[in-house]
């Protein structure tokens, strides 16, 4: 991490658009295999993000871990709505299948995904975030 916090939080919540931005990509080249891929680094980066904004010593090294410090950080000691957790963890698992296994869920449930994705990111931004510093996430739907 750099000296600046804020800026090291700010690069990671880009991570999290740039990998929304190419799951919505992925989707409309009817890729939904890495579009489900994405949209699980587009959680886990914006996750990471909101850690280091809040404490940028936070000593999580593995996915696990982040998303266990996340959880109790976010979830457990502030404000975020519990199904947060569960949107990201049922992302972790459906990345898991995609990668290891090449398998992906329909048409129906991607979508969900996305929205899910979305709603995730806009909780993030809208609750801890100055959208002057902090691009909001596009609309995965306004094609």
Not at 40 to 51: G, N, Q
Not at 84 to 107: C, Q, S, V, W
Request: glycine residues 2%.
């Amino acid at each position: 991490m750099s000296a600046n916090p804020e800026l090291d939080a700010s690069a990671e919540w880009n991570l999290a658009l740039e990998d929304f931005n190419r799951a919505i990509k992925n989707n409309l080249d009817g890729d939904k295999r890495n579009a489900i891929i994405r949209l699980y680094y587009s959680a886990f980066h914006a996750a990471r993000s909101l850690l280091i904004h809040n404490d940028p010593d936070f000593s999580a090294r593995t996915h696990q871990g982040i998303l266990r410090l996340f959880s109790k950080r976010f979830i457990k000691e502030d404000s975020l709505d519990p199904e947060m957790f569960a949107i990201i963890n049922e992302l972790k698992n459906e990345r898991e299948l995609a990668e290891y296994t090449g398998d992906h869920p329909g048409d129906a449930i991607t979508k969900n995904r996305f929205e899910k994705t979305y709603s995730f990111l806009n909780q993030i931004h809208s609750t801890y975030y100055s959208p002057k510093k902090f691009k909001k996430p596009p609309d995965p739907f306004d094609n």
